[in-house]
């Protein structure tokens, strides 16, 4: 081929391509160049106009896909809100930094044109499309279900969370806004975590850990000791009292271990309970009343429980008494007491089965109001050589023994006789006026506590 031909060859190619070119070149004044982009919207080889009017409409024609859990596809229409764009940039400024005679490159490469877009819309308008999706219909809504410890009978076993596909719609919301306004037009509701979530979760290591740790504290061994009898408390019972709080902590419900042990005292104390027993003179008498008797402390034992359900030491003792002295006993009154019969007027003192001393005495004046009240009481102590008082009298006696507040036994050496009907007339301000010796006899001998019985 010679250069002749070449030449011809060569020119019948450039000629066009030049033609082209200048013809492009001179589009492109008044265009914007093939692949150009204004923000997501495409002008490419769009006038000023024409590119303002595919901003202008950007709004109406907008969709925003929304994808929920199991692909359920919704749409929002941005003509159904009344979305708008606008951009603060000058489209004619940026047609005017358009190089003219670059097409070919932006034509290969795409020129994206960064501007600065703003989303307008009726708030009020988008709340009523987004309350129609099928996502808030009540039959499709599947509410999310915390993982649970519950107890089977034997131990805590982990019963796994419910998903559900209830939807946050305030965060929803929020997070479409940020679509509308940064123009994104596919949108998933699980990646944007626009789902109410399960707090608590089967396979959560802490979830696991308040599983086994409340495992634990139902094996915990609590025995307590009622003279021949046991309370035991069983898993079952220790799991009434364990629940999670709203971090998932494991708390012991104090107010139910109360409950539990305000059961035992009411089925076990006997402090003012009914009692009948054998009197002295062989009839069955009954009393109730007084301040004699064992009552669980309920405040103590309850800190006892649940410390020992914490530390897992456990519990097999007597339970702890309101008095620390008092020890519980089935045969309370025992076989050391003072029996005092209010109506024959005679008193009874036994120590260790054995009959000490016993004789009349005077109790509380009648006629006047002032009757011994009747009821088994403890000795609260004795006193040697007191001074009693009151209102118009100051009384020193040899031996004071107070069982029932400002009552109680004591010598009377001004009176002349005891026993019979004294005290209906004559008697004391409530006190057992008893004859020295007899006074003297109990004191020697008696202790704290021991049971004063007052009959009649």
């Not at 202008?56 to 764009?85: A, I, P, R, T, W």
């Not at 011994?372 to 209102?391: D, H, I």
């Not at 004294?422 to 006899?441: D, E, F, L, R, W």
Request: charged share 25%; net charge negative.
């Amino acid at each position: 081929m010679n250069k002749g031909m070449i030449g011809s060859i060569t020119a019948a190619i450039a000629i066009p391509c030049i033609s082209i070119y200048a013809g492009a070149t001179i589009f492109f004044k008044d265009s914007f160049h093939f692949g150009t982009t204004l923000g997501d919207l495409n002008i490419g080889g769009k006038s000023i106009e024409v590119a303002q009017m595919i901003v202008d409409q950007k709004g109406e024609n907008f969709e925003l896909s929304l994808y929920g859990k199991g692909v359920n596809k919704q749409k929002l229409y941005g003509k159904d809100f009344e979305l708008s764009y606008s951009i603060e940039e000058d489209l004619e400024a940026l047609k005017e930094e358009q190089n003219m005679f670059a097409w070919p490159i932006t034509l290969v490469t795409g020129h994206r044109l960064r501007v600065t877009e703003s989303a307008t819309f009726n708030e009020e308008l988008l709340d009523e499309a987004i309350d129609q999706l099928d996502y808030f219909k009540e039959t499709k809504i599947i509410e999310p279900e915390d993982a649970q410890i519950v107890f089977n009978g034997t131990e805590y076993e982990i019963i796994p969370e419910v998903e559900g596909n209830k939807l946050n719609r305030q965060a929803m919301k929020e997070r479409i806004v940020e679509a509308l306004n940064n123009g994104k037009r596919v949108f998933s509701l699980e990646e944007e975590h626009c789902y109410e979530e399960p707090k608590f979760r089967a396979e959560s290591e802490e979830f696991i850990a308040a599983k086994d740790l409340m495992n634990q504290y139902i094996q915990t061994d609590i025995t307590y000791l009622f003279g021949s009898k046991q309370e035991k408390v069983t898993s079952e019972q220790i799991s009434t009292w364990l629940a999670l709080d709203e971090t998932g902590e494991v708390q012991i419900n104090e107010e139910s271990v109360r409950a539990y042990v305000g059961e035992l005292d009411s089925k076990y104390s006997t402090l003012g309970s009914t009692r009948t027993f054998k009197s002295s003179n062989g009839n069955m008498a009954t009393v109730s009343g007084g301040d004699f008797g064992w009552k669980l402390s309920v405040t103590e034992e309850t800190k006892a429980i649940i410390e020992a359900i914490k530390t897992g030491e456990g519990i097999h003792r007597e339970p702890m008494a309101t008095d620390t002295s008092d020890v519980y006993r089935e045969n309370e009154i025992g076989d050391s007491y003072v029996e005092i019969n209010l109506s024959s007027q005679y008193l009874w003192y036994y120590k260790d089965g054995k009959l000490i001393t016993s004789g009349g005495v005077v109790t509380g004046d009648q006629r006047r109001g002032y009757s011994t009240p009747q009821g088994v009481y403890k000795l609260t102590y004795k006193q040697r050589n007191a001074t009693l008082t009151g209102p118009g009298y100051s009384t020193p006696v040899s031996f004071w023994m107070p069982f029932n507040g400002g009552i109680g036994i004591h010598d009377a050496t001004w009176r002349g006789s005891f026993g019979g009907s004294i005290y209906k007339t004559n008697g004391s301000h409530g006190c057992v006026n008893a004859p020295y010796s007899m006074a003297q006899a109990i004191f020697n001998s008696i202790d704290k506590s021991v049971p004063i019985i007052c009959y009649y």
